[in-house]
């Protein structure tokens, strides 16, 4: 009885101590969003790593500066600098890793307000990566410093890394830090990560996707003599109209018993990434016309994301099915296909013990019982899952999924400080006992 009125005491004073915290964290997620750490092409890397070196030298964390040299994307212009930041405990114990991705997407058309200006209006704070997620990085940063200064006496270890490049599939992030053995099972125990799956929902996992190119073939003529050649545009048509009468259909009879949001995507679903043909862009300086030639190539990139009920091999069968059946029975029909990346789906046991604690943590702090989701896109689960072999992790954290990407991107207060205090009373459950 006393531990228990011991342990209720300390999470009394988490929240409390976080609702003091309420400014920091707004002050913290504002200089994050206020770095712009576009990806492509991966600018401001190192600043947002060194602010974080910065801020938690000062809670005590040992840091560590890690560039992914050999990644996709890194280059001398662009380095692919990463943060591992680590706060050993007192005595022996598990060590709970907070992992958030730095970089944010193009900006894209459509704002209101500053991307990068970071404004506070009514509880929320706007500016491109808000919600994926800055806003969760901060919210990890105030847990932890919350944690720290009411059990400075805690067993094990707090980590916390910003990683690069999870908007391109993490390969300069995540993927090169497991392949380093930062993920390793004996190092690291439990991961969180931060994504804005929304308050109340933990997050178990991800879909499966695979990119791929496709050009069709064609030869070069005059635009006034078709005949002469052969339009690639005109064969990719094909192509587009065999996936809409055939493969679309067929995609969405599939369904999946992974609880992902939102509902359309318990589908197998594909996207049309770009598409090009014929002659290339012009800069937008340029006054002249187009030449008269008939386009000999066109390339599409497609995104295949998949359920866990399908195979990878089965889903590129099926395009090359469908590719191949234009070939027999299209005249001078001809393509490339070429593969850019597979992720395989993941998924984390309902029992681990992350999910069981950031369950209670849910119940406690909001007196909700949270809800179980899928993710629809993937993310750097993946990596810890496969490279690093690190089954216990989940994403939870603060934001709508549905802001991310979007012209004003936003992340309210309120549910950062609610989620601060859900991780704080996971830090509490796993290394204050």
Partial sequence: ??????????????????????????????????????????????????????????????????????????????????????????????????????????????????????????????????????????????????????CPDFAGAIEISGTADEESGGYGGVAYLAEQGFFDPARVQHVIIPEPLNKDRICLGHRGGWWAEIETKGEIAHGSMPFLGDCAVRHMGAVLDAFEETLFPAMAARWTEMPVVPDGARQSTMNINSIHGGQPEQPADYTGLPAHCVPDSCRIVIDRRFLIEENVDGVRAEITNLLDGLKSSRPDFDYELREINRVIPSMTDRDAPIVTTVDAAIRSVMGTEPAYVASPGSYDQKHIDRIGKLKNCIAYGPGVLELAHKPDEWIGVGDMVDSAKVMARTLQSLLAQ
């Fill in 1 to 150: 009885m006393e531990q228990t009125g011991k342990q209720d005491d300390l999470s009394a004073r988490l929240s409390a101590r976080i609702d003091d915290m309420r400014d920091a964290l707004v002050a913290v997620t504002q200089d994050l969003i206020r770095i712009p750490t576009l990806n492509p092409p991966g600018e401001n890397y190192a600043a947002i790593c060194e602010y974080l070196e910065q801020r938690l030298k000062a809670s005590g964390f040992e840091t560590r500066l890690i560039r992914a040299e050999g990644a996709p994307g890194d280059s001398d212009r662009y380095p692919r600098w990463n943060i591992v930041a680590r706060r050993e405990g007192k005595r022996p114990g598990d060590c709970v890793h907070f992992n958030s991705h730095t970089d944010v997407v193009e900006v894209g058309h459509g704002w209101t307000c500053d991307p990068f200006g970071a404004e506070l209006r009514d509880g929320r704070i706007y500016g491109r990566g808000a919600c994926d997620m800055k806003g969760g990085l901060a919210t990890s940063i105030i847990a932890a410093e919350a944690f720290l200064a009411e």
